[in-house]
């Protein structure tokens, strides 16, 4: 299992390599990957359909408890047969479409790292690896989408889903980390057989909005949908895989995958209620307003995520088995769809339905089979989508509360998908012959291939739904936390309401199509607000953003190291006087009995060099003053017994007036920049924050903490765990290890700095 995780990243790594050997067959030959695993996802179908889940694990960081644990349910494994059966008619489409491209192996690494990112998202068992693999795919979905980079458009949406989904990611970071502590455990399979009892914890609410502003992102249910139809930019390959079977598909993975957490909960139920029913009807109607193929396509995704959202959220089996039909449906006609859309444009130069027409004759494959997958989304039988559709009506029809709302809403989604459908297989192929930029033609095998093969799947199921029934079954089960009965899926279930919503919204559907042109516009136009208005606020937060970056570097970035060290030290004076005020904080004792005269000596030493090193115009006596601060700073470790720490601090500081002296000596001599009221503003900030670092230090020393603090800790552990009876030496080199690291690397960048500045003064002079 872990091996068919990271197969895709491996194998994303020889892309490059391979594109030279292989040539025009390389998408055949990598389809052969997501093939091989589909067959071995297929081994599992006899246990998972008996309603065994397995686990496997593999461990990554056992002292936090993270591992590469896997699940492989109903639910994952559905999603894992869908993952790797339409990647590979991806793959093979994509080495066709992109033949000649100069990148084209760029887009083959993205996808089979795309894939991979997806497997490990569904099949993992552990949340932090499951929020990793989320982010990978938000990251490979960056790559994909704009991988025409050299169009502003497709930079632009790239960073618009990079910005929506990564953002979202970061609210289901800390909803995840709060459903691992409040449950007790980072397993899924733990939090979930405790059931609903997770929804008795006081922060299970704010656990909720976090995973669901993550899930909703994701799946851009409104007001997040807009980026989805913007990464049309991407080559129809990544539009196919994406809104077939990939990423947009996670958020609703997640929902299902929590469902037997959430479930009975009105806040749960209610949000996907609504969200997923205005998400569905927006998606439907922007669709039939649409003219270019792939952004109908796209808000028909919009509605099926909307759609999937909703019935996760009325929760009753029967919605739990309408949803995984549903689903399925969904995966086979829009995988077929965009493969046919893309077929089209490749062969006329055009996806502008207005522009399309009288194409069958010329591309009697496409025309036919896209045909077959438009009846799908129509929800028109004998196709699976008719099924699904039928689902879709009587979950509605049997929800708990709000059933007279959703039951409106999925009509009006019915009547648009049937216009949208209406447009997508009517349009292109009927009618008089419209001129195109190229001249249409059929495509080649490796381009019909994909959308033929899912096409002929949704009528095989929509005659014979038994072929699936059992993994529909267990992927039920999965969702709901008990068995699941059998789904009684047919065409022919009597005259009942769902079939009367469904001839109707056929009607009104075909009557929308009919007078479309006449329709079309003054409904986009009421539509707008909600079509747009949440991307005008996405641009808006970008604007201020920018603003916002631009003050901050104008003001306390501006390039001034005066500027920044000003900053900090006002920063720290503010926080520390705010606390002693507040607190009543500041204790303090002071006694002089016990010290030395050497050491006053030392500390007069101290206030005259640090004096003389702030007031004096030589540059070198200025060094030379700092290095006598570091050197009496050494005598202060030794009259304290800290030999080790004087020998450092003498080597330290020895070093660091050598490396001064070396740059400092070809540098310009001083000049008065700053007049003085900007000297003495800084002195007087510097004397605050030496007030305030003193009154912290005398507080400290007089405060006592509850408990033995950290330093039992140390030497009980030092020697045990890290093997040194030095304590100060195991916490530099142990217990701040990577502190410590990085430390040495700023010196040593330093070091290298002064070298490449005074050998090149060097060899300049000679």
């Not at 909703?216 to 196919?240: E, G, I, R």
């Amino acid at each position: 299992m872990l091996f068919a995780v990271i197969s895709g990243f491996v194998l994303a790594a020889l892309v490059p390599r391979l594109s030279s050997v292989l040539g025009t067959k390389i998408g055949w030959c990598l389809a052969l990957l997501p093939a091989a695993l589909f067959g071995y996802f297929l081994t599992f179908w006899p246990a998972i359909t008996k309603d065994q889940v397995l686990l496997l694990s593999h461990e990554w960081i056992p002292s936090l408890g993270i591992n590469f644990n896997f699940m492989v349910d109903g639910l994952s494994l559905m999603f894992a047969l869908l993952i790797t059966g339409i990647g590979t008619f991806i793959f093979i489409y994509a080495g066709r479409y992109l033949q000649g491209h100069k990148d084209i192996h760029k887009l083959l690494m993205y996808l089979l790292a795309f894939m991979g990112a997806m497997l490990g998202l569904v099949l993992s068992s552990n949340l932090i690896s499951l929020f990793i693999f989320w982010e990978l795919t938000s990251f490979t979905s960056y790559l994909l989408i704009g991988f025409n980079h050299e169009q502003e458009k497709a930079r632009k949406a790239a960073l618009q889903g990079l910005f929506i989904t990564a953002g979202g990611g970061l609210a289901l970071m800390a909803g995840l980390i709060l459903l691992g502590n409040i449950g007790g455990s980072f397993e899924l399979n733990e939090l979930l057989a405790q059931g609903t009892d997770i929804q008795q914890q006081p922060l299970f609410l704010a656990m909720m909005v976090l995973v669901l502003l993550g899930a909703f992102t994701k799946s851009a249910q409104t007001p997040f949908h807009f980026w989805l139809p913007n990464a049309m930019a991407a080559p129809t390959p990544v539009s196919a895989y994406l809104h077939s079977a990939t990423m947009v598909k996670a958020g609703v993975y997640l929902m299902a995958r929590l469902q037997p957490m959430m479930a009975g909960s009105e806040a749960w139920m209610l949000t996907l209620s609504l969200f997923g029913g205005v998400t569905m009807t927006v998606g439907a109607l922007m669709a039939a307003c649409s003219t270019d193929l792939k952004r109908i396509l796209a808000f028909s995704t919009i509605m099926a995520l909307g759609t999937l959202t909703m019935l996760i959220g009325i929760g009753t089996p029967h919605a739990l088995e309408a949803a995984m039909v549903f689903l399925l449906a969904h995966a086979l006609y829009k995988g077929a769809l965009f493969m046919a859309a893309g077929t089209l444009d490749h062969a006329t130069g055009t996806k502008d339905v207005r522009e399309l027409g009288g194409l069958r004759k010329y591309m009697p494959q496409t025309a036919l089979f896209i045909t077959l997958a438009a009846l799908s989304l129509a929800g028109i039988p004998p196709l699976f989508g008719f099924i699904a559709k039928e689902l879709m009506f009587e979950s509605a029809l049997g929800a708990p509360w709000l059933s007279g709302l959703l039951i409106g809403l999925s009509v009006i989604t019915a009547i648009g998908i049937v216009a949208a459908a209406a447009l997508v297989a009517i349009k292109p192929f009927y009618g008089t012959l419209k001129p195109t930029p190229k001249t249409p033609h059929e495509a080649p095998l490796s381009m019909r291939l994909g959308f033929t093969v899912l096409a002929i799947v949704g009528l095989l199921l929509g005659l014979m739904p038994g072929l699936v029934t059992p993994l529909l079954q267990a992927a039920v089960t999965a969702i709901g936390g008990a068995p699941a009965a059998e789904p009684e899926l047919a065409l022919w279930h009597g005259f009942n309401l769902p079939l009367l919503l469904s001839a109707l919204a056929l009607v009104c559907g075909g009557l929308l199509y009919h007078y479309w042109e006449q329709i079309r516009a003054p409904l986009a136009a009421a539509l707008r607000p909600l079509a747009y208005g949440p991307e005008r606020g996405y641009e808006r937060m970008m604007d201020g953003l920018v603003a916002l970056a631009r003050w901050q570097t104008r003001v306390l970035q501006n390039g001034y190291m005066t500027r920044y060290i000003l900053t900090i030290l006002l920063t720290t004076i503010a926080l520390l006087a705010y606390a002693f005020w507040s607190e009543d904080a500041f204790v303090y004792s002071l006694s002089f009995e016990g010290v030395r005269f050497y050491e006053m000596v030392i500390a007069v030493l101290m206030m005259v060099a640090v004096v003389y090193a702030g007031a004096t115009h030589l540059r070198l006596g200025s060094v030379a003053a700092i290095g006598v601060l570091g050197f009496a700073m050494a005598m202060i470790y030794v009259f304290f017994s800290a030999p080790d720490l004087a020998i450092t601090q003498v080597l330290v500081e020895t070093l660091t007036v050598i490396m001064l002296v070396l740059v400092l000596f070809r540098l310009p001599g001083f000049q008065d920049l700053s007049s003085p009221l900007v000297r003495w503003r800084d002195a007087a900030v510097a004397g605050a924050f030496g007030v305030l670092v003193t009154m912290m230090v005398l507080t400290v020393n007089q405060s006592s903490l509850p408990g033995e603090g950290i330093t039992a800790y140390l030497v009980e552990n030092s020697y045990v765990a890290a093997h040194g009876r030095n304590i100060v030496n195991v916490i530099l080199v142990d217990f701040r290890a990577l502190d410590t690291l990085g430390e040495i690397f700023v010196l040593a960048l330093a070091a290298i700095g002064v070298n490449a500045m005074i050998r090149f003064r060097w060899e300049t002079q000679k």
